[in-house]
């Protein structure tokens, strides 16, 4: 299963999934790493021998103009299974038009709880006990996809936003590996999400 994995950030589930596809017997590899930005765990890519691109989405003149160039890249890397994984952009319709139901997005909330880009600040705002991670089937809405896997995670007291995404982290990137791996195997049809 080829994978192309995008991020913006520091690429921890990224590290994960390079280090699980590091075993033979691991039915996917990350082919390329995108990001939109000069992201930190680009490092993780450059460390594996992982080619990967930057489409700076400063240097494009709209969402679209961008998209455009992403679905470019995207295209040269023929991936079976496009991550979404700390990608903090709304991917433009022409990419999920392109590649969806096999793109897939990490999301540190147990959707429909908490969807968008500061899922870990809202629930802990919300004074909620328990919160989670999710790994859903990107659609064109934000963080409404359909949800392949998810976990409940416990809000400590005296979490901070810090505290509580890392004890969310490792979940999402369990949840991950293990939902690749039911995409390469068969398991989970994302055609059926079509
Ligand atoms: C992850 O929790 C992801 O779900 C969220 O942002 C975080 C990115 O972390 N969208 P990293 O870049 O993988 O370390």
């Given at each position: 299963?080829?994978?192309?994995?995008?991020?913006?950030?520091?690429g921890s589930n990224l590290r994960a999934l390079?280090?699980?596809?590091q075993d033979a017997e691991f039915p996917a590899r990350v082919v390329a790493v995108g990001a939109d930005r000069q992201a930190d765990g680009l490092a993780h890519a450059e460390l594996f021998g992982i080619p990967s691109f930057v489409v700076p989405y400063s240097s494009f003149?709209?969402?679209?103009?961008?998209?455009?160039?992403l679905l470019n890249r995207l295209r040269e890397w023929q991936p079976d299974?496009?991550?979404?994984?700390?990608?903090?952009?709304?991917?433009?319709?022409?990419?999920?038009a392109e590649y969806s139901p096999r793109i897939i997005n990490t999301h540190p909330a147990y959707l429909p709880?908490?969807?968008?880009?500061?899922?870990?600040?809202?629930?802990?705002a919300a004074g909620a006990e328990q919160t989670g991670?999710?790994?859903?089937v990107v659609d064109d809405g934000v963080d409404e996809g359909p949800i392949l896997a998810q976990r409940?995670?416990?809000?400590?007291?005296?979490d901070t936003e810090t505290s509580l995404h890392e004890r969310i982290k490792p979940v999402e990137?369990?949840?991950?590996?293990q939902t690749v791996l039911d995409i390469a195997n068969q398991t989970i049809h994302l055609e059926e999400y079509r």
């Amino acid at each position: 299963l080829r994978v192309v994995v995008l991020i913006s950030g520091g690429g921890s589930n990224l590290r994960a999934l390079l280090e699980a596809a590091q075993d033979a017997e691991f039915p996917a590899r990350v082919v390329a790493v995108g990001a939109d930005r000069q992201a930190d765990g680009l490092a993780h890519a450059e460390l594996f021998g992982i080619p990967s691109f930057v489409v700076p989405y400063s240097s494009f003149a709209s969402r679209e103009a961008w998209g455009e160039e992403l679905l470019n890249r995207l295209r040269e890397w023929q991936p079976d299974l496009v991550i979404l994984s700390g990608l903090m952009k709304l991917l433009p319709h022409q990419v999920v038009a392109e590649y969806s139901p096999r793109i897939i997005n990490t999301h540190p909330a147990y959707l429909p709880e908490f969807p968008g880009a500061h899922g870990v600040r809202d629930a802990l705002a919300a004074g909620a006990e328990q919160t989670g991670a999710s790994i859903i089937v990107v659609d064109d809405g934000v963080d409404e996809g359909p949800i392949l896997a998810q976990r409940r995670v416990p809000i400590e007291p005296g979490d901070t936003e810090t505290s509580l995404h890392e004890r969310i982290k490792p979940v999402e990137r369990e949840l991950l590996i293990q939902t690749v791996l039911d995409i390469a195997n068969q398991t989970i049809h994302l055609e059926e999400y079509r």
